[in-house]
């Protein structure tokens, strides 16, 4: 049958596709992406507190991923959110759920053997919505372009054909006999065919990209999922459009894979840069405080700052890090010493980490 996009495309192949073969343009690329990611595996495995840093990075990196939806979120309402205010945007909680659906997503994988199944693709979904979302089962779902409503691609219809399509897809991504094509190639293809199954009624963009993540970890090419090619996606965003446009009505794997790669090679390159760059602040900073606190000297303080860049008093009162008293005295030493910005937003004095913010934010 001709294929028409705007018909359900219910004779999408299963993976692998139909004659897909690695080009050499492919294989040079995945020899620098295997290297580069191996390097930044590398990186994370030797930080003493791979958790708290990692986390930082998590959240700068959710605010990419949504914002390919124009969620427009300032900094400043993230971290606020993560926090604990009750004054942070819609926006802000969007990106946050972003995050626990990452790490709901993990835990789910490593609870059930390893495996990236249809039911933890639910589960990242629904944690991205907060709601009860499941597989499609009414037809309707189209992707259309967000100025002429013209239609883009129907994706296949409905619930018994899409978990069909989903079982086939969690078998690609989950038989370790499959090992060829190599398993960043395999993530080109998995994101491809995730996409275009297109299994649910919204969030299907935020789920593919969380499975990115996680598929690294489940294949040990990461520890932690600290990649996400989203950024890329989002500073590429009508190129990625037109490459999934392209593998479905042209079959160009070749492109695709290749713009996969590229985001790979990129985002591991400006990951493993800012990693290097926090740990060399933190570096810093724990010389500088132990010189402006003296005996007083906090490790877990430290640890906050590079954890939430926007402290307050009651914040290190309710970890468990010092009476107000003390807290107070802290903030305001290493305020004095230029290492905290103090800043009053509403009723509550916030003690910023400057710095981090800077590096957080300037890519
Ligand atoms: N032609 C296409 N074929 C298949 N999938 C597509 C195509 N164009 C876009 N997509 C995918 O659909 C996603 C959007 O779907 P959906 O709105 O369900 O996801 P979302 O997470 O809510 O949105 P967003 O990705 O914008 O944050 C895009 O991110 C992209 O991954
Ligand atoms: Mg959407």
Same mark, same amino acid.
Request: glycine share 6%; net charge neutral.
């Given at each position: 049958?001709?294929?028409?996009? %705007? ?9 692998? @596709?139909?004659? &897909?073969?690695?080009?050499? #343009? ?7 992406? $295997? ?9 994370c ?9 990692? %986390? ?10 949504? /914002?390919? !939806?124009n969620?427009?979120?300032t ?5 606020? /959110? ?31 053997? %390893? ?6 693709m ?11 979302a ?21 994706? @296949? ?5 899409l ?5 086939s ?24 065919? &995730?996409?275009?199954?297109? @299994?649910?009624?919204?969030?299907? #963009? ?13 294949? #040990? ?9 989203? $950024? ?11 490459? =999934? ?33 926090? =740990?060399? =602040?933190?570096? !810093?900073? !724990? ?9 007083s &000297? $906090?490790y ?10 926007? =402290? ?15 807290? $107070? ?12 910005? @103090? ?21």
């Amino acid at each position: 049958m001709v294929y028409n996009r %705007n018909l359900p495309f219910n004779d999408l192949p299963d993976l692998p @596709p139909p004659g &897909f073969t690695e080009t050499p #343009g492919m294989l040079r690329h995945l020899a620098k992406a $295997s290297r580069i990611l191996g390097e930044l595996n590398g990186l994370c495995s030797s930080l003493p507190d791979p958790q708290l840093l990692l %986390n930082t990075i998590v959240l700068q990196e959710s605010k990419n991923s949504s /914002a390919i !939806e124009n969620i427009v979120t300032t900094q400043d309402e993230l971290y606020k /959110a993560a926090t604990g205010e009750e004054t942070a945007s819609q926006a802000a909680k969007e990106v946050l759920n972003y995050r626990e659906a990452l790490y709901a997503g993990l835990k789910k994988m490593q609870a059930q053997k %390893n495996l990236l199944l249809t039911s933890t693709m639910v589960e990242i979904v629904q944690t991205i919505k907060q709601n009860n979302a499941g597989i499609r089962n009414t037809p309707g779902t189209a992707l259309k372009n967000a100025i002429n409503g013209e239609v883009i691609y129907t994706p @296949p219809c409905c619930e018994d054909i899409l978990r069909m399509k989903l079982a086939s897809l969690e078998h690609f991504m989950n038989d370790p006999d499959l090992t060829t094509p190599d398993p960043l190639i395999k993530m080109a293809l998995i994101h491809y065919q &995730f996409e275009a199954v297109h @299994p649910f009624a919204d969030g299907n #963009g935020r789920t593919g990209r969380i499975l990115n993540a996680l598929y690294l970890v489940q294949q #040990g090419l990461l520890v932690q999922p600290v990649l996400y090619i989203s $950024s890329y996606m989002e500073n590429n965003k009508a190129e990625y459009y037109k490459l =999934l446009r392209d593998v479905t009505e042209t079959g160009n794997w070749n492109d695709w894979t290749m713009y996969i790669l590229t985001a790979v090679i990129e985002t591991t390159q400006q990951t493993t840069q800012k990693i290097r760059t926090m =740990l060399s =602040l933190k570096n !810093e900073y !724990e010389k500088k405080m132990q010189e402006v606190l003296g005996a007083s &000297f $906090s490790y877990a303080l430290l640890q906050l700052m590079f954890t939430l860049p926007y =402290l307050k008093i009651e914040l290190l009162e309710k970890k468990g890090l010092a009476h107000r008293q003390t807290a $107070s005295g802290w903030l305001k030493k290493l305020s004095d010493a230029g290492m905290l910005r @103090p800043q009053k937003i509403g009723r509550t004095t916030y003690f910023i980490n400057y710095r981090l913010m800077e590096l957080l934010t300037g890519n």
